[in-house]
T-cell receptor
Framework: AQSVTQPDIHITVSEGASLELRCNYS??????LFWYVQSPGQGLQLLLK??????LVQGIKGFEAEFKRSQSSFNLRKPSVHWSDAAEYFC?????????????FGRGTSLIVHP | DVKVTQSSRYLVKRTGEKVFLECVQD?????MFWYRQDPGLGLRLIYF???????EKGDIPEGYSVSREKKERFSLILESASTNQTSMYLC??????????????FGAGTRLSVL
């Protein structure tokens, strides 16, 4: 079965600083990978996804992520963080489990942005 | 835009009550999901529905049931609410067909408190 690890429960950055949120997955084949963001009091919104091809993917709001098969990682990055980026970030892997494709989510990383 | 609507943002119920959480999507998606979100635990899948009248247990189905009589509506039922079911509940939907490649669309969530 697949699994996702987000090692950092909380990350604190200053506004304007760069950001990297870590995500490691476990799956025997090529996974489908997602990053979602959850603003306070809201549901989850897709930031970006990786299915195949170019391992560096661009998403909304200036985010990007890089798939590294050798490290089983899919880290999320942003060169300059804005105060509005403060939110909960979830990495997910979509892989076949039995007869279904059921996404598995990490436990989330809470991003705190200092002015 | 896809819209997933959860009927209540906040609910307060008493222990032992039967509770219905409703979710409606407007994009004719075959698949619908109910998740429970707790701090530090991320999203955990309660139930998944492939299509009308079809359902599959997720990781934590105990104490819950679901109903999918119409394609657009997926209901989560707490047969006898308990305090340990106090949580945020998220509904999601997605197109079937290409399996895990398809993106999930989430509702804003229902925060349930069981007293």
């Amino acid at each position: 079965a697949q699994s996702v690890t987000q090692p950092d429960i909380h990350i604190t950055v200053s506004e304007g600083a760069s950001l990297e949120l870590r995500c490691n997955y476990s799956y025997g084949a090529t996974p489908y990978l997602f990053w979602y963001v959850q603003s306070p009091g809201q549901g989850l919104q897709l930031l970006l996804k990786y299915f195949s091809g170019d391992t560096l993917v661009q998403g909304i709001k200036g985010f990007e992520a890089e798939f590294k098969r050798s490290q089983s990682s899919f880290n999320l990055r942003k060169p300059s963080v804005h105060w509005s980026d403060a939110a909960e970030y979830f990495c997910a892997v979509g892989a076949r489990a039995g007869g279904s494709y059921i996404p598995t989510f990490g436990r989330g990383t809470s991003l705190i942005v200092h002015p | 835009d896809v819209k997933v609507t959860q009927s209540s943002r906040y609910l307060v119920k008493r222990t032992g009550e039967k509770v219905f959480l409703e979710c409606v999507q407007d994009m004719d998606h075959e698949n619908m999901f109910w998740y429970r979100q707790d701090p530090g635990l991320g999203l955990r899948l309660i139930y998944f529905s492939y299509d009308v009248k079809m359902k599959e247990k997720g990781d934590i189905p105990e104490g819950y049931s679901v109903s999918r009589e119409k394609k657009e509506r997926f209901s989560l039922i707490l047969e006898s609410a308990s305090t340990n079911q106090t949580s945020m509940y998220l509904c999601a939907s997605r197109i079937a067909g290409a399996g895990a490649r398809n993106i999930q669309y989430f509702g804003a969530g229902t925060r349930l408190s069981v007293l």
